[in-house]
């Protein structure tokens, strides 16, 4: 018999506008290359697994897996986002920085060990201004330091957004639509240990196939501890990171087996030398409270590389 599963992975991400939270911890930390322009080249995991049964069907996808006459009691669904990202910052004052992104996404989808469906192709492009609104530094050279930065952007559909003529949205490396971003950080330090929030919502709209991905809002929280020996600095970080989303939409119909929230708990090592800096973070879910049957998020690793100059 035909067994259908309609497989949605609506959360896996914000398409470029999740670095709000998890890629801008690595530029608003204090590090040895303080207002420097930078470039940083960024990969990153999303894998998703679990099994479903005949009864959890979800009905705004496109997977169909044919298993001849014989009854399938579970399949095993397995999903894989890449992306490999190129970065500028640039200071245009030591308030004001401009910061844009563009990559290449590579995403795949396997249903029992067998590649379904697969595509590459380049992501849409974001572009954002971020604003200093306060630094202790400026005024005050005792122990603590206090930042406050405010930003806003745009992401631009420069992305693939129509493989397979677009009936599976959420595999498309791009999204079609304009979509805007806000975002925040927080940061406040003792000497050498610090904790810094960083908070986004990312505003989508719909895109010419009358699909819109719903709103977003993230927020990070991550406590930091800095270790510096001549030109070597090494920032070991730990701390939460929170997703939550409604439903997204389909042309006035909201979609089946999307949106909810997800909590990661995050570690990472940001290590500095001269002017080179690697960066790492494992993030690994811990709270899972989706609409509908959604595909189980596994462990996310982003890591990074960045040349200041």
Known sequence: ?????????????????????????????????????????????????????????????????????????????????????LWGRFFISERLQLVSSIGVASNHILEDRAEVDQVTGIGDWLFMGRYQLYNSLSTDTADWVHRLL??????????????????????QPGTGSFDFLLSSTYLVKWRNIGTNVDVSYKINTKNTLGFRYANRFNI???????????????????GIYLEKASRDQKGKQLVNGSGGTIAFGDIGLDFYYKKIALNSLLQVPFLENLNDVQVPNQNRWTLGMTLFF
């Open 150 to 171: 405010v930003g806003g952007g745009v992401v631009i559909p420069t992305g693939v957004y129509r493989y397979n003529n677009g009936i599976d949205p959420y595999i």
């Open 1 to 85: 018999m035909l067994l259908k599963i309609y497989v949605t992975v609506s959360f896996w991400m914000l398409v470029l506008g999740v670095v709000a939270c998890d890629f801008c911890n690595m530029y608003s930390n204090i590090n040895p290359n303080d207002y420097q322009h930078s470039f940083s080249a960024v990969y990153r995991l999303r894998p998703y697994k679990g099994v479903f049964t005949e009864g959890q069907v979800h009905t705004s996808g496109t997977l169909k897996t044919q298993h001849g006459g014989t009854h399938v009691s579970n399949t095993l669904v397995e999903e894989t986002y890449q992306s490999y990202e």
């Open 220 to 238: 990070s929280a991550n406590i930091f501890y800095q270790l510096k020996m001549k030109n070597l600095a090494f920032v070991p970080r730990s």
